[in-house]
């Protein structure tokens, strides 16, 4: 689905538990996609087909899974990134991430193509996209979440969900650099918060008001 210009989101709408994907479309050298966070390949308890129900939304979306340039981890963990690998292997992409989740990246992936570090990430020949990249440890070592200013886009991965946030108790996290984490990006101009996963929600916060709204509700009550 076409979320805002050339950004698209797919809400994964299984039963098990997998993540929501963002896509670049056409963004890069040759009209190149850039995937955030493709997922499972398969998921691991009923084994619903994450990622060809990816491609098959991005096909619907006239986008083909061939034609990735890069993909992009928020963090290491299996149902965010189990699909980097395969995607890398059909498409040629490359597959970036921060170099503090690599380990745990390297449970379902090869190799680690970039790392990504805080600052400016600037991409296309163009350079048609600019995003910032916010290190966001807390729910892993090496989180990052993505500033997307044009459309004051922020794809937040498991760092912040509706009324919610990200799991502290896995290896290498902390509730800690959560909470830091969580207010850093709440100082951000976001018109579109887009979350990890759709618990309960589908994860897509649209207009600045219900953004803030949602950062006061899980300060106020999760901190
Ligand atoms: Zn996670």
Known sequence: MKLVSDLHAYVWDGNDNNCNTYVFARCLKDGRHVVIDPGHIVTPYVREPGLDRLTGGMEEDGLDAKDIGLVIATHGHTDHCEAADALRQRSGALVALHQADEPLYRRCGEAVDVY????????????????????????SPGHIALYWPAEKALIGGDVIFHRATGRVDLPGGSAKLLQQSISRLSELDVEYLLCGHPYGHPGIIEGREAVRRNFDYVKRNMF
Do not use: M, N, T
């Not at 570090?117 to 296309?124: K, M, N, R, V």
């Not at 910032?132 to 440890?137: L, M």
């Open 116 to 139: 990504l570090e805080e600052g400016d990430l600037e991409l296309g020949a163009d350079l048609k996209l600019g995003l910032r990249v916010y290190h966001s440890p807390g729910h």
